[in-house]
């Protein structure tokens, strides 16, 4: 029996302006999946037909990318989601207590609250290794960060003889880590503005939507 890979592809919308001019919603996402990856040979093919018809692009962006574009990519994403699901977690950070809006202690928090909930859906000793996926991230403090919250988790909740590694790869590099990131922005498209015309897309492969504040009442500005 050959042996099982899990894979977690990371991204994020929304800032963390914690006041009234920054952004209502912040929302951690989550694409998770075993190869083969039948969505990729798709969006490079997608790549080349864009380039044929005139239209340029090193990567897909969701935020960046015109309509038609993105209408193309949600129609490959739509095609490959057997096998997947997508999780998020959403902070009204208006909810967000004085202590918690520290960027080291908030990344911790919330990314340890996501990747416990998706690996607590996984008999883990399945998989020889979990690999967590995320964009390049220039700051070094950011980054150390971030990883201390995948680490800390992974090591608390994988059995013994499970392996685990925190990959950073610039996402114009990483075609998973681009769908991630429509995935994301169509979730938060939906939250953050009520759009759901992206969403309706991902909607089979949603898993959560967890709005980890939505019980409390206060309002911190």
Not at 193 to 221: C, K, L
Request: proline letters at 3%; glycine letters at 4%; hydrophobic letters at 40%.
């Amino acid at each position: 029996m050959a042996d099982r890979f899990l894979y977690i592809f990371l991204d994020e919308a929304g800032n963390l302006d914690f006041s009234p001019t920054g952004t209502r919603f912040f929302l951690l996402g989550a694409v998770t999946k075993e190869r083969p990856f039948h969505a990729y040979k798709e969006l490079t093919e997608l790549k080349y037909d864009l380039a044929e018809l005139g239209t340029e692009l090193e990567c897909f962006h969701a935020s960046e990318n015109a309509q038609p574009v993105r209408n193309r990519v949600f129609d490959v994403i739509r095609r490959n989601l057997a096998g997947v699901r997508i999780d998020s977690l959403v902070v009204e950070k208006r909810k967000t207590g004085p202590a918690l809006q520290i960027e080291e202690k908030f990344y911790v928090r919330m990314l340890g609250y996501l990747l416990k909930y998706i690996l607590d859906q996984h008999d883990l000793g399945q998989f020889k290794e979990v690999l967590v996926f995320t964009d390049s991230i220039p700051l070094q403090k950011k980054r150390a960060t971030i990883e201390k919250a995948i680490k800390t988790t992974l090591a608390s909740l994988l059995p013994a003889t499970a392996r685990y590694r925190v990959v950073h790869h610039g996402s114009k590099s990483n075609l998973d880590l681009q769908i991630a990131d429509y995935c994301t922005w169509a979730i938060y498209r939906k939250w953050n503005g009520g759009d759901a015309r992206s969403y309706v897309h991902i909607q089979p492969a949603v898993t959560s939507e967890f709005d980890i504040f939505h019980s409390s009442t206060t309002h911190y500005y």
